[in-house]
């Protein structure tokens, strides 16, 4: 063989060889980019992926708010109450606007002359005995019932002092004061101050001491006298 042979078999051999490293470097150099490539996809797609990630924090959160508010109670509505329209529970006053008067404590229709049913009762007290004394019966009567009473009655109306008594039924009823009824006693009638509290035996000894006896209360309770109050008068 020639040296010029084996010249050009070295030349071409180089050339193979230049070519093939050539066709490495691109093969490289493309992976390279589209491992490059690939990885900015992938970023944006995680970019894309915690975006929406965000925006459904964000619907959490306004779908969280727009549960608040959904819960927050609605302003009650205002409502016009009427007026008057509650009854009172006195024991005096009209039951109906025009009807007939109605006196103060159980009333002063009973039922029958003789004896009274337990409740309390307005009237006079008068033979006062050491087991007994007679009562004779009658209507105390106070605000507007007072007035139309009084009207009724062909007396001053509006009445002085805002009270009217009517004593129009002369039977008298004989009570039994029970053995630790207590009375409320007016040393003088014409002042309340002058109140104290005294046994019947007392109350029966002393009552007629006085320049007038007042009215009086009886509080009946199984069919006796358990307390008796003077009814201060003006």
Do not use: K
């Amino acid at each position: 063989m020639s040296w010029n042979t084996v010249a050009m078999n070295l030349n071409m051999t180089h050339w193979s060889s230049a070519r093939t490293l050539s066709a490495l470097l691109v093969a490289i150099i493309m992976t390279t980019a589209t491992a490059a490539c690939t990885g900015s996809d992938d970023d944006v797609t995680d970019v894309s992926t915690d975006e929406t990630s965000d925006t459904s924090e964000t619907s959490d959160v306004t779908t969280e708010t727009t549960e608040v508010t959904d819960t927050t109670a609605p302003e009650p509505t205002e409502t016009t109450e009427s007026n008057g329209t509650t009854a009172s529970t006195s024991t005096s006053g009209t039951s109906n606007e025009g009807g007939a008067p109605v006196p103060d404590g159980s009333g002063c229709t009973p039922g029958d002359d003789e004896t009274l049913p337990d409740g309390r009762w307005f009237g006079y007290a008068s033979s006062r005995e050491a087991d007994s004394f007679t009562f004779d019966l009658a209507c105390w009567f106070t605000g507007d019932d007072a007035v139309a009473a009084a009207s009724e009655d062909g007396a001053e109306s509006p009445p002085p002092n805002d009270y009217h008594i009517r004593n129009d039924n002369p039977a008298e009823r004989l009570l039994i004061p029970a053995p630790d009824a207590t009375v409320e006693f007016l040393a003088e009638p014409g002042d309340p101050s002058t109140v104290e509290t005294i046994d019947y035996p007392t109350w029966m000894s002393v009552a007629t001491d006085r320049s007038f006896e007042p009215g009086v209360w009886v509080e009946i309770s199984d069919g006796m006298v358990v307390a008796i109050e003077e009814q201060y008068q003006p």
